[in-house]
C-alpha cells in the first residue's frame, strides 16, 4: 500500500468523524457540518493547487466529501466515534478500487457512504443486555419506531 492510498484511507476517516464531531458536538446539523467543511477542504486545494502531489489534490476532496456524508449519521443510528471511522476506511477504500466504475454517475459518493454505513451496520454488536445483535437489526427497530410515530402523528 502506497504513500497515497495510506493518505486517502486517513481522510476517509477524518472527514467521516469530524462530520459527525460538528453535527453533534457542535450542534451545527449534518448538512451545515458536511457543506461547512468540505467547502473549506475544497477551498484550500483550490487555492494552493501545488500544496501536495497532483493525485492527491485531485482525490482529497472528493474522499472528503464522500466520507463527510458518513458524518452525517443520526446518532440513533451510530454513535461510536470508532465505527465512524471505520465506516470511512471502508468509504476511501471503496473510492480508490471503484472510482473509475463510477465514472459519470450522479450520486456515486452518496451511493458509497451509504455502502459503506451499511457495512458496518451489519456488523456483531453487543447489546448492553450481553446479547450478541447485530446492527441491521438495530437499523430495522430505528425503522420501524419511526413509522409508528409517524402514524400515531395521522391519526392525531
Known sequence: MGVNTCILLVVGIIGAIF???VNEKLGQGPVRSSAGLS???ASFFLLF???LDAYLVKNIPPVF???S???MVSTRLLSSYLKIGLAGIIFASI???TSLFF???GGALGTTASISL???LSLPVLNLRGNLTNGFSQLTKVIYNSRNRINKTDAD
Open 19 to 21: 462530520t459527525f464531531f
Open 39 to 41: 467547502l473549506l477542504v
Open 49 to 51: 493547487p501545488h500544496s
Open 65 to 67: 466529501i464522500g466520507s
Open 69 to 71: 456524508f458518513i458524518g
Open 95 to 97: 473510492y480508490l478500487n
Open 103 to 105: 465514472n459519470g454517475y
Open 118 to 120: 451499511l457495512v458496518v
